[in-house]
């Protein structure tokens, strides 16, 4: 499944790219690609993990980045 997940209020380009390496070494991720521009992470995962990718995705996202807002 692929998924493209809005991150609102990302405010830089290395806030993004240590995003797009924390989610990519998640268990089950198969690609991850972190857009700071257009503020969006598109997240690719096998069907029946993708829940639970998304869920740890989130938990990290907020570890790094406690302003961003993950819209999914």
Known sequence: ??????L????????????QNAVQKIDG???V???FLG???VLEAPD???DAVLAE??????KIEPD????A
Not at 1 to 6: A, E, F, G, P, S
Not at 12 to 19: M, Q, T, V, Y
């Open 33 to 35: 690609a972190v857009n």
């Open 8 to 19: 609102m209020d990302l405010d830089c380009g290395h806030c993004a790219d240590k995003i």
């Open 57 to 62: 995705a989130k938990a990290l996202i907020k």
């Open 48 to 50: 029946e993990k993708f």
């Open 1 to 6: 499944m692929r998924k493209t997940i809005k």
């Open 68 to 71: 961003v807002t993950v819209k």
């Open 29 to 31: 991720v198969t690609s």
């Open 39 to 41: 503020q969006k992470m």
